[in-house]
């Protein structure tokens, strides 16, 4: 878990590939790639745990919207809109 304050690293898509790449042609363990580019083992299994499993590598989770993902503003707001409108009119009401 990151500590308040710390920098996170961002890798390459193409930079994951190249690593996980590595690992599935038997040509490093994770001890040797970790040590030779200075990622963390846990960081390069999660990678490897992804491709495994059919999931983007590229996608990071930290509970940001993901660069492809569209986020349609517009219908967030009409959404919001309706919902004051709703509160206005229950207190009102009272």
Do not use: C, H
Request: aromatic share 12%; net charge positive.
């Amino acid at each position: 878990m990151a500590s308040k304050g710390q920098k996170l690293k961002n890798y390459s898509p193409d930079f994951k590939k190249e690593i996980v790449n590595k690992y599935f042609n038997n040509e490093q363990s994770y001890l040797s790639l970790a040590n030779e580019y200075g990622i963390s083992k846990g960081t390069i299994k999660t990678w490897i745990f992804k491709t495994k499993n059919g999931s983007n590598i590229s996608s990071d989770n930290r509970g940001r919207p993901k660069i492809n993902e569209e986020i349609n503003y517009k219908e967030k707001y009409e959404i919001l809109k309706n919902y004051q409108a709703f509160l206005k009119a229950q207190r009102e009401k009272k």
